[in-house]
């Protein structure tokens, strides 16, 4: 009685949502104007499910616990709520621009890169540097320079950004809207902790990406030839059993956001959080710990969608066939035409030898008078 009475405070309360049979993922399946993922996760307070174990505190505005396997939705707050991603963002801007650019390419970044606001690897205006170096430079120390050059690299700014909200649709990724590569404050720009366990989930798939976002330390060029090292800022790579990457990121209005997975025992759990205002590296722990306790275990409360199915395109319609010539023999009375090989009609072409020859003949009798 006394579980019964705090579920009942906790529902009326609105901070907690629990699973049950008539509103778990399949009930949500059939909800048409359900977000995307399922009924329970619409809400802003925490949904899981009843039989699970506690889940750890966290300060965070919202957050997802995901299997990346499954794609099941271990636990959320909420999920689709919509807020400024900072360097999160740098995920979609890696997975946008990885298959578009040639690793080895060589790049010159400009002036206006180079000199990009907050946290950079440093570029200067040569062609020193490799796609695959910026790539480090992007996910490792979250070079806001390195994304601008990235984006110059693929056409430009507007067309990088054009591209990137296309692949956030195309993942389904629709609480996102991506108003820089790098993810600086913008109005307008925003992603929700959904959306960034759709886009680490799909970016881990990718081998170039997983090897970006778990490098620990690298050589970056420097001018004359040189090299100097960069590190990895995800503090708990190499710290945190199977950690992976793969992105954090803070400004003074988004505050602090994460996106990150690990993998233990052949499994993979992805957790993201948003709108932090302390130190959120032991409540992602906590929160991995807590994923990898529960996938297998617990009712979900939602789904990592698929991408979008590509539109098949309609073929063009046929233009229609023209009507075959028919060839018929002359009239016995002279009425009706024959129909040459190259669809000329005989009684054409000998009407107009005819004219051809009276003229040939009135210019002859005209050269006389003359």
């Not at 009685?1 to 009930?27: C, D, E, R």
Request: with cysteine.
């Amino acid at each position: 009685m006394k579980h019964v009475s705090l579920i009942s405070a906790l529902a009326v309360a609105g901070s907690l949502t629990f699973v049950t049979p008539a509103t778990g993922p399949a009930a949500a399946a059939a909800d048409d104007n359900a977000p995307i993922g399922g009924t329970l996760l619409a809400g802003r307070g925490v949904v899981v499910d009843p039989a699970a174990k506690r889940l750890p505190k966290t300060e965070a505005s919202a957050f997802v616990v995901a299997d990346a396997d499954t794609g099941e939705v271990l636990a959320a707050k909420n999920p689709h709520g919509r807020f400024l991603p900072a360097s999160t963002l740098k995920a979609l801007t890696a997975l946008t621009l990885i298959p578009k650019l040639d690793k080895k390419k060589m790049i010159k970044p400009s002036q206006d890169a180079c000199n990009v606001e907050g946290s950079a690897v440093g570029l200067t205006p040569h062609k020193i540097y490799t796609v695959e170096d910026l790539f480090r430079a992007l996910m490792m120390v979250s070079g806001n320079d390195a994304a601008v050059a990235l984006a110059e690299a693929n056409g430009g700014l507007a067309k990088t950004l054009a591209d990137m909200n296309t692949e956030a649709k195309r993942l389904q990724a629709l609480d996102t809207v991506a108003k820089t590569p790098n993810g600086l404050d913008k109005p307008g720009q925003s992603s929700s902790a959904y959306d960034l366990a759709l886009i680490g989930r799909a970016g881990l798939a990718d081998p170039a990406f997983r090897k970006y976002v778990g490098t620990k330390v690298a050589n970056f060029p420097a001018p004359k030839g040189d090299h100097y090292q960069i590190a990895n800022h995800n503090r708990l790579l190499g710290r945190y059993p199977g950690m992976i990457g793969v992105k954090n990121g803070w400004t003074s209005k988004a505050l602090g956001s994460f996106v990150g997975a690990a993998k233990r025992d052949g499994h993979t759990i992805i957790v993201t959080v948003m709108r932090h205002e302390g130190s959120f590296w032991p409540e992602v722990q906590d929160l991995l710990d807590w994923g990898f306790a529960a996938r297998g275990k617990t009712t979900p409360v939602g789904t990592l969608v698929g991408p979008a199915p590509t539109p098949t395109p309609t073929p063009p319609a046929a233009p229609p066939k023209a009507a075959p010539a028919v060839s018929k023999p002359a009239d016995a009375a002279g009425g009706s035409p024959v129909t040459g090989p190259a669809g000329v009609t005989v009684l054409a072409v000998a009407a107009l030898g005819g004219l051809a020859w009276l003229g040939y003949g009135m210019r002859r009798r005209r050269a006389r008078r003359d």
